[in-house]
Nanobody, 124 residues
Framework: QVQLVESGGGLVQAGDSLRLSCAAS????????MGWFRQGSGKEREFVSA????????YYADSVKGRFTISRDNAKNTVYLQTNSLKPEDTAVYYC?????????????????WGQGTRVTVSS
């Protein structure tokens, strides 16, 4: 098992940027693929982005492609989500997740470990 703690959320205006971080502990971080999901008020949880254990492969939802960038630093046991050009529709609680799988990373059921979430609110 790996424990995950997200940070970096906040209240911003449309067009602003935030960098979300997810710090992992408890197990060898570098063997896990990592994902970011989000859940808006009254909405289902949705995939945002994922990254392979090596960082060599990344995935993005169409809604964030070109605006968000996922990265990881295995030496720091941390995965990041740089969010640029934020829109009000990006408002949600953002969750970090980890899995030892290297496939089906766009599906939340593929992930075994979840953080508590960090809230992002984008005002228009």
């Amino acid at each position: 098992q790996v424990q995950l703690v997200e940070s970096g959320g906040g209240l911003v205006q449309a067009g602003d940027s935030l960098r979300l971080s997810c710090a992992a502990s408890g197990h060898t971080f570098s063997i896990y693929s990592m994902g970011w999901f989000r859940q808006g008020s009254g909405k289902e949880r949705e995939f945002v982005s994922a990254i392979s254990w090596s960082g060599g492969t990344t995935y993005y939802a169409d809604s964030v492609k070109g605006r968000f960038t996922i990265s990881r630093d295995n030496a720091k046991n941390t995965v990041y989500l740089q969010t640029n050009s934020l829109k009000p529709e990006d408002t949600a609680v953002y969750y970090c997740a980890a899995t030892r799988r290297s496939f089906l990373l766009l599906r939340d059921v593929s992930y075994d470990n979840w953080g508590q979430g960090t809230r992002v609110t984008v005002s228009s």
